[in-house]
T-cell receptor, first 105, second 117 residues
């Protein structure tokens, strides 16, 4: 299956800061999804992004399929952004190990 | 929207008992659902793919007689942990595949925390 690597493993931010999370994948994918797992365990879809750039509020994502990576940008971070961010490649969603984000007030 | 529910959200049981977890897609039909397991501070591990009307496909290393999966309708899949033991304690998450305009997106349930005493 496809191997997915995420970096950094942990990220501590001061409220208001910007950050970039990275996801590298081992083979070509025709889809990539980013998720946020909140402290209660719920996984929330952030982006379905096989290629290009998408934005949703303070979050945006870019996938460069030819170079096998995707980036998730968090701007003006808030404490509610805390949690674990996963990228995953289908089919059957090979998950990366996640980036644990802690935003401090 | 695309909402997936799981029931129960928490379960505590004695060793040796069986536990059934339900996963429902509330506002769409899902021919394919997935069951994942997550240990603390780890990523999600796919256990099996549940296909409506046919047998589930289990990932390598997952005991199919231990984790029984039934996908009886287009909106319901169940995972039964049989003769549960403490090492089965974990966070179990289901997802449902929603096709839309040529793409397929997985939507996740809120998860079920199982504690086996």
């Amino acid at each position: 299956g496809i191997q997915v690597e995420q970096s950094p493993p942990d990220l501590i931010l001061q409220e208001g800061a910007n950050s970039t999370l990275r996801c590298n994948f081992s083979d070509s994918v025709n889809n990539l999804q980013w998720f946020h797992q909140n402290p209660w365990g719920q996984l929330i879809n952030l982006f379905y992004i096989p290629s290009g750039t998408k934005q949703n509020g303070r979050l945006s994502a870019t996938t460069v399929a030819t170079e096998r990576y995707s980036l998730l940008y968090i701007s003006s971070s808030q404490t509610t952004d805390s949690g674990v961010y996963f990228c995953a490649a289908p089919y059957k969603l090979s998950f990366g190990a996640g980036t644990t984000v802690t935003v401090r007030a | 929207g695309a909402v997936v529910s799981q029931h129960p959200s928490w379960v505590i049981c004695k060793s040796g008992t069986s536990v059934k977890i339900e996963c429902r897609s509330l506002d769409f039909q899902a021919t394919t659902m997935f069951w994942y397991r997550q240990f603390p501070k780890q990523s999600l591990m796919l256990m099996a793919t549940s296909n409506e009307g046919s047998k589930a496909t289990y990932e390598q290393g997952v005991e199919k007689d231990k984790f029984l999966i039934n996908h009886a309708s287009l909106t319901l899949s169940t995972l039964t942990v049989t003769s549960a033991h403490p090492e089965d304690s974990s966070f179990y998450i289901c997802s449902a595949l929603k096709p839309s305009g040529g793409q397929e997106t997985q939507y996740f349930g809120p998860g079920t925390r199982l504690l086996v005493l």
